[in-house]
């Protein structure tokens, strides 16, 4: 007896990617509209130190940071937003930034010094006497959290 085969062509479904752009454009909406775009950044190394008892901010668009670092010379510089700033153009640059706010930021105005490990307590003084003078009395200070060494 004669046996005939057959071919079989076992050949795998193609895969429908019709709907993968729509995919990929709703991932890509969702991290647009989920992920923080920082505003500025620091334009000196800066080593936040450490602290015990921390809170959080809670009304971030009112808060300002002011960077104060220090360079290998030991040679002091303030950073408020993109640009470098003298100490007695602190409280200058602060009432700018203030004037920009609504009134109910401007309620809310918080002044976020975050400042080197190194940088002299003078420094920092001088900064805050020139906030005082200014006007801007509501102040924090950045701190990473973590066991402070003693």
């Known amino acids: 007896m004669i046996k005939i085969r057959r071919k079989r062509h076992h050949s795998v479904p193609m895969l429908n990617l ?11 909406f969702f991290f647009m509209i989920v992920t923080h775009m920082r505003t500025e ?4 190394k800066i080593d936040i ?3 015990k008892e921390l809170t959080k901010a809670e009304h971030k ?9 220090t360079d290998r010379n030991g040679v002091s510089h ?7 700033v003298a100490v007695e ?7 700018n930034i203030k004037k920009r706010l609504n ?9 976020n010094i975050r400042a080197d490990k190194s940088t002299p307590m003078g420094v920092v003084s001088d900064v805050k006497h020139e906030l005082r003078k200014a006007g801007a009395l509501n102040i924090r200070y950045s ?5 402070s060494e003693k």
Request: glycine share 10%; net charge negative.
């Open 103 to 111: 009134d109910e930021e401007q309620d809310l105005f918080t002044i």
């Open 143 to 147: 701190a990473m959290e973590g066991k």
């Open 18 to 28: 019709a709907s993968m752009p729509d995919l990929i454009f709703t991932v890509l």
């Open 41 to 44: 950044s620091p334009k000196m």
């Open 49 to 51: 130190p450490d602290g």
């Open 89 to 95: 153009e602190v409280g200058a640059a602060v009432m």
């Open 78 to 84: 303030i950073q408020i937003g993109e640009k470098f």
């Open 61 to 69: 668009r009112s808060i300002t940071n002011l960077y104060i670092g």
